[in-house]
């Protein structure tokens, strides 16, 4: 959620970090006036749970090879879903969880991804 | 045991999480069929994943002792005995455990308790030989009924409500085909159950139980197919239906419980998910399915659609004025499930009957309190011209020698196809008490309310005796250089597996006992032949690359025919040409249409390019599995020139044995291998071009130990 933060204040870029994008948000660019740190709203309940679980996915993908890119690429992907869609958001959430689960789990060892070469000829 | 199996395989994963630098390359070579698989390493954290989602297919990767595929009564018994044991084990299923077909089970299980009498289980071994026509392998039939009394008190000790005697016995009832004293000693009492809903506290049962074990559960994945290497089962690739993931599942066993394939035909009594998708996998494979053309037609099943049951109402109110003029008599019958209680089966039209009997019974008033004498039907079907064939065995209750009776009925309906069966002549608190599943199903499926109406019934699709073939113990087993041998690494039971303890024809309340006995059975034999935390064998990178081309292909088709037209035409060409009474003509035209059809797969349409909840795919992979097992079923059907069980044929109605068994033995020539039946048929499928390849293999005869348990020599079945 919290590149859907970042959208809203006009002119501050994502900030790529590999760890924690939690960080990003408290670590503003300090040449901003100092009232600009009240402008912004915080975090509601929702974006803190999706930032936690992402911390946490983040944790448990650490040790397990082919995971990271995976989480990244999800979370990234669903960052532009608008913050009124409850629904969907908490939908996706409880299927985060879910995986998050699968993912600690011992028996878990890897992902990989199949890529497709070339196209089928129709 | 569970928390050092949980601290080895801990261990275990320690020493396998990182893999070693160097032996993951970091995209294999492109492949024929243009998928490649790469895994990201700690290395390139930062890559990128590419742009193009949808041509991408992310792919989880699990290591487990053993994997379960099914979880309906013999996969849930197998799953928790291997946990029971100690193995870390998981269970694949695409429904919830508590939505599988099991659960439908009305009838009982078997077992030789001699609770309402003296009992014996040797007994119960001559019937189900006998009723299997001798096409079942004794060895596992022995293996059965002789757990059987275990099995079923192991049942009871979890908490299975069975229904009481007043002592606080397990109940047991009649059933079809059960008798004493190797069939000398009239009906056995040998049916335990639970009301009319045995398949349903069974399965909630198991699952009660099976919440004790950490067994790992993979709710709603649909098994796309075995990561076979070298001849041995090394685990199983599934679809999450939830998220579109793939997950390839590693393991040293893999348990397929996955039940039957009624859908192949028109009107059957599974559920929309029996799609024989174990039975597909192992075909997919390259091992062979055993006697699939044997497929049982329960005799009184529900007519499907509504709009039908209405024009019932209306020809039964014709019928109904013209009862009192009718000269022909009506008889009164008894179906096997329900026997015992005092069913009658309502004949509107009887066109000829064989036994005098008849002619003296007169048709009074519906509401006669107690049966003039029943009639067990044990086999029925219906011609293409609505006359519906009957036969059954004439009882009277007490003291009288049992008649086996033939007729011929006129079926009612606009399309003649199903004859009604009626309860309302039962006093409704015995009806509540013994047959609350049924009054329930009447209601729901077909709209009427039992305690007034007869509900219409016609022979319907009901159980598949065929599939993977196993020995007693559970390993599926190939037959090369005419011995049979074991796949390492692949076991099978219940509906799926053939082990074969049904042969030709299943006797009823005998399947419950097969899941619950085979399921032990597999998990056992496991745990014999491995311990624990033993290394997963390894398989290629690249592993399961066709079943995701394959998914790929179906996600993206756009061809002309829809999945559902596609399956409705295969379903009615299978209803249509394999039905109950089979005839070569007809079989022939039927392998020619459905080989036509099994074509047309590769221009089917999809429409859902989804990869989340896509039902429209796992329909079509369905449909796939569906049109192995029915291109096996009509092919061996074809091919057998005989009639023995359930596969009856109109031009060979007699059943070809190495001697003919109806004169003594003495003096004749056996017959060799190829020129009789009594032998398994083992059918393979080429997949790309839909060949069918029929094996045969001879039938086990021996039992597990003779002197305890005889062989029972064939012998001609009559009733």
Not at chain 2, 192 to 218: P, Q
Not at chain 2, 411 to 428: A, F, I, R, T
């Amino acid at each position: 959620m919290v590149f859907c933060l970042l959208q809203t204040t006009a002119g501050v870029g994502p900030l790529h970090r590999e760890v924690g994008p939690c960080f990003a948000v408290v670590a503003l660019p300090d040449d901003l006036s100092g009232s600009s740190r009240y402008t912004m709203a915080r975090h509601s309940k929702l974006q803190k749970q999706v930032l936690s679980l992402y911390r946490q996915f983040l944790r448990a993908g650490k040790e397990k090879p082919g995971f990271l890119p995976r989480i990244q690429a999800e979370f990234r992907k669903n960052a532009s879903i608008p913050r009124m869609d409850v629904m969907h958001i908490e939908y996706l959430i409880r299927r985060g969880q879910r995986q998050l689960e699968q993912l600690r789990d011992v028996n878990t060892k890897q992902m990989g991804t199949f890529v497709k070469t070339k196209p089928e000829e129709r | 045991m569970a928390a050092s199996a949980g601290a080895a395989s801990r261990g275990l994963a320690k020493r396998l999480f990182r893999p070693p630098a160097g032996a993951w390359p970091a995209a294999c070579q492109a492949l024929a069929r243009n998928f490649h698989f790469t895994v990201y390493g700690k290395k390139n954290a930062s890559a990128k994943v590419s742009d193009s989602i949808s041509t991408q297919y992310p792919v989880v990767d699990h290591e487990f002792d053993a994997v379960v595929v099914g979880a309906g009564g013999a996969g849930l018994r197998a799953a928790f005995g291997l946990s029971e044991a100690g193995f870390n084990t998981a269970c694949v299923t695409k429904l919830f455990p508590t939505r599988s077909h099991t659960v439908a089970a009305q009838g009982g299980i078997n077992a030789a308790l001699g609770n309402m009498e003296e009992d014996n289980w040797r007994w119960h071994f001559y019937d189900t030989v006998k009723g299997s026509d001798w096409l079942g392998d004794q060895d596992a039939i022995h293996y059965m009924t002789e757990e059987a009394p275990a099995a079923v008190v192991e049942l009871e000790n979890y908490g299975m409500p069975f229904s009481r005697t007043e002592e606080g016995k397990i109940y047991q009832r009649a059933f079809g085909g059960q008798s004493l004293q190797f069939g000398k000693g009239g009906q056995a009492h040998r049916c335990c159950c639970v009301a009319d809903r045995t398949g349903h506290s069974l399965l909630h049962t198991l699952y009660g139980r099976s919440l004790r074990y950490d067994t790992s559960y993979f709710v709603e994945y649909f098994a796309l197919d075995l990561l076979m290497e070298n001849g041995e089962c090394r685990g199983v690739i599934a679809l999450c239906i939830e998220d579109g993931s793939i997950h390839r599942l590693r393991a040293k066993n893999t348990v397929i419980a996955t039940g039957g394939y009624g859908r192949t035909f028109f009107s059957c009594t599974s559920a929309h998910t029996s799609t024989g998708d174990g039975t597909a996998m192992v075909t997919r494979a390259g091992l062979p399915c055993q006697d699939l053309e044997f497929v049982q037609f329960h005799p009184t099943g529900s007519p499907r659609g509504v709009k039908m049951i209405k024009w019932v109402l209306l020809s039964l109110g014709e019928e109904k004025t013209r009862r009192d003029s009718l000269t022909r008599t009506v008889g009164h019958l008894v179906t096997p499930c329900l026997q015992g209680v005092g069913i009658f089966l309502v004949l509107l039209g009887v066109s000829s009957l064989t036994p005098p009997d008849f002619q003296q019974l007169k048709h009074s008033s519906l509401g006669c309190a107690s049966p003039v004498f029943s009639l067990q039907i044990i086999w029925s079907g219906c011609f293409r011209n609505g006359c519906f064939y009957i036969e059954g065995i004439l009882q009277r209750p007490v003291f009288q020698p049992a008649t086996h009776v033939s007729f011929y009925i006129r079926g009612c309906g606009p399309e003649k196809d199903h004859v009604y069966l009626q309860l309302h002549h039962l006093p409704p608190q015995q009806l509540a008490m013994r047959l609350p599943g049924i009054s329930e199903t009447a209601m729901i499926f077909a709209g009427v309310d039992v305690t007034k109406e007869p509900i219409p019934v016609l022979p319907t699709v009901h159980y598949n005796m065929g599939g993977i073939p196993t020995n007693y113990k559970g390993q599926v087993i190939t037959h090369v250089n005419g011995k049979d041998q074991v796949v390492p690494g692949l076991y099978a039971c219940g509906e799926a597996a053939s082990a074969s303890v049904h042969g030709a024809n299943r006797l009823g309340a005998n399947s419950l006992l097969d899941l619950v006995v085979f399921g032990r059975a597999c998990a056992l034999s496991i745990a014999e032949s491995c311990k624990p935390g033993e290394p997963v064998p390894s398989i290629k990178p690249n592993a399961g690359e066709e079943s995701v081309a394959n998914l790929d292909k179906l996600r993206f088709a756009n061809g002309n025919i829809r999945t559902s037209e596609l399956r409705l035409n295969m379903q009615k060409t299978m209803q249509s040409h394999a039905a109950v009474f089979r005839t070569g003509s007809v079989l022939q035209e039927g392998c020619e249409k459905l080989s036509h059809i099994y074509r047309d797969l590769d221009d089917l349409k999809t429409f859902d390019r989804g990869i989340v909840w896509n039902t429209d795919l796992v329909e079509t992979l369905e449909l796939q599995n569906l049109m192995l097992c029915a291109m096996q079923t009509i092919y061996g059907a074809e091919a057998r020139k005989e009639s023995r069980g359930a596969h009856a044929r109109e031009d060979y109605k007699v059943r070809v044995d190495e001697y003919d068994f109806s004169k003594p033995i003495q003096g004749q020539q056996k017959r060799p291998f190829e020129e009789h039946w009594r032998k398994h048929t083992l059918s393979f499928v080429d997949v790309k071009t839909g060949k069918v390849t029929l094996r045969y293999r001879p039938v086990i005869d021996k039992t597990l130990n003779e002197e305890d348990c005889a062989t029972v020599p064939p012998a001609i079945r009559s009733y």
